[in-house]
């Protein structure tokens, strides 16, 4: 059975970094590329960014709200994917959605919450 | 960027009806490269529909989505109690960014 768990969501300050993770399990974790897609409380969904696979030399590509400012990454020996958040902003308070696939997302782990405050 | 626009924002009916959700892009999506999602109340979103009518791995029939170019709708022929959660749909084409719509809820009436 696939499966992708989040982890690492926690309360920060604005201005603060946060890394979140990614265990996958239940397939091929080297063949697929993963996404980030987050969800403020009570809004929609928003793609934040991907990573490819090696094959595709780990290509990564974000939204331009995190551009500059989130890193997505991926040790394949671990079968995890990364999410490095750095100068958070409180706007970035979210639930943080790992997906599979770079552009259809077909697996979704349950999320991670995200809350910037002061 | 292409944003796209759902209607209604909400859709009240009850079970055995037929639901209708409407999802407008502001330009063309290319190869019908649309996709549709399920996301019941406190769960991840389920892909239901890609390439705007495929349905995906597991969902049932009742399930269906067409359109192309601009408009684009995805249809529960009978809606069944679990059908009722947020809907969006999301574009891939081109190039990111991917854009989602802002959603409809299907509702019991």
């Known amino acids: 059975e696939v499966q992708l768990v989040e982890s690492g969501g926690d309360l920060v300050q604005p201005g603060r970094s946060l890394r979140l993770s990614c265990t996958a399990s239940?397939?091929?974790?080297?063949?697929?590329?993963l996404s980030w897609v987050r969800q403020a409380p009570g809004k929609g969904l928003e793609w934040v960014g991907f990573?490819?696979?090696?094959?595709?030399?780990?290509?990564?590509d974000y939204a331009a709200s995190v551009k500059g400012r989130f890193t997505i990454s991926r040790d394949d020996s671990k079968n995890i994917a990364y999410l490095q958040m750095n100068s958070l902003r409180t706007e970035d308070t979210a639930l943080y959605y790992c997906?599979?696939?770079?552009?259809?997302?077909?697996?979704w782990g349950q999320g991670t919450l995200v809350t910037v405050s002061s | 960027e292409i944003v796209l626009t759902q209607s209604p924002g909400t859709l009240s009916l009850s079970p055995g009806e037929r639901a209708t959700l409407s999802c407008r892009a502001t330009?063309?999506?290319?190869?019908?490269?649309l996709a549709w999602y399920q996301q019941k109340f406190g769960q991840a979103p389920r892909l239901l529909i890609y390439?705007?009518?495929n349905r995906a791995t597991g969902i049932p029939d009742r399930f269906s989505g067409s359109g192309s170019g601009t408009d684009f709708t995805l249809t529960i022929s009978r809606l069944e109690p679990e059908d009722f959660a947020v809907y969006y749909c999301?574009?891939?084409?081109?190039?990111?960014?991917?854009?989602f719509g802002q959603g409809t809820k299907v509702e019991i009436k």
């Open positions: 997906t599979r696939g770079n552009f259809l997302f077909d697996r």
């Open positions: 239940g397939f091929t974790f080297g063949d697929y590329a």
């Open positions: 990573i490819t696979s090696k094959t595709y030399d780990e290509t990564t």
């Open positions: 330009e063309s999506v290319s190869s019908n490269y």
């Open positions: 390439g705007a009518s």
């Open positions: 999301q574009q891939y084409a081109n190039s990111p960014p991917w854009t």
